[in-house]
């Protein structure tokens, strides 16, 4: 009979060491939310980590030119902070979109983010946030996600100190909002004089659409103008980045088009 206990490892690397020794019978676990999704009715047989209370996984704050943000933090801390309002207002909005609010008191940052799916992931991908490990080195979010080898996220960090940027963020449901998302999509790009963007990025995720870059998507936006929204080539990327998902390509094309010519400045 499948057996699931849960320790309290005391520190990071105490969490790391016993994830390492367990392999795939051991898993970290914040609120668990995410976590669950993957169980088919029945837990199976895990020790689960419970890195909620690591001292080095809490709080939010500006620190070394950057937001740093706990991963032991919840989703609806994260939404209501001023600081996260104030230096990245898209992830704001994006926690605003995920689930119901005893949800989001419930799930955290990291758990979203190490599921792979999480609305999160677009904004945080978009916005070139980087993955602070146990032994506080810090690496780009994306160079995490593909190795995907158990390493505990400690914290996620953002650069602050950037010029204005052309951003949006927008959830696309299947129904009304709080349903699962069909896609999430992120967008940061600067913007010059002659309102051509350059520094283009952009980010999906979705159900059953594992969080990443487009990076036909962002070459093919770069120098374009907002007024011109991407057009046939715009599409053309789209069915590239996403050409498992030629449905969701389709949506993606047409959100960003739309988007971009109403697209929020200096965020």
Not at 126 to 131: D, F, K, Q, R, S
Not at 166 to 191: C, N, W, Y
Request: charged fraction near 20%; hydrophobic fraction near 45%.
């Amino acid at each position: 009979m499948p057996m699931t206990t849960v320790e309290f490892p005391t520190s990071g690397a105490d969490a790391q060491a016993r994830r390492s020794r367990l392999g795939s019978q051991g898993a970290f676990v914040g609120g668990g939310t995410a976590l669950q999704l993957a169980w088919d009715g029945t837990p199976p047989s895990l020790t689960l980590l419970d890195v909620t209370q690591l001292p080095a996984a809490q709080g939010i704050a500006l620190a070394d030119g950057g937001l740093r943000m706990g991963a032991a933090m919840r989703l609806e801390a994260l939404r209501r902070d001023a600081l996260v309002g104030q230096h990245a207002p898209l992830l704001t909005a994006a926690c605003n979109a995920i689930a119901a609010l005893p949800v989001r008191h419930l799930a955290t940052l990291g758990g979203n983010v190490a599921w792979g799916f999480g609305d999160t992931l677009p904004v945080l991908l978009a916005l070139g946030a980087c993955a602070e490990n146990v032994d506080g080195r810090c690496e780009p979010l994306q160079d995490w996600l593909e190795r995907a080898d158990g390493t505990l996220l400690i914290a996620l960090r953002l650069d602050v100190a950037v010029p204005p940027r052309v951003t949006f963020f927008e959830k696309v449901g299947h129904r009304a909002a709080f349903s699962p998302s069909r896609i999430s999509i992120a967008l940061s790009a600067g913007q010059d004089a002659q309102e051509r963007l350059y520094g283009v990025q952009v980010a999906v995720a979705g159900a059953g659409l594992r969080a990443r870059r487009l990076p036909q998507v962002e070459q093919a936006l770069a120098g374009v103008r907002l007024t011109d929204g991407g057009g046939p080539r715009l599409r053309q990327a789209c069915a590239i980045d996403l050409a498992q998902a030629p449905a969701l390509a389709r949506v993606a094309a047409a959100v960003i088009t739309g988007r971009l010519k109403g697209a929020d400045h200096g965020e």
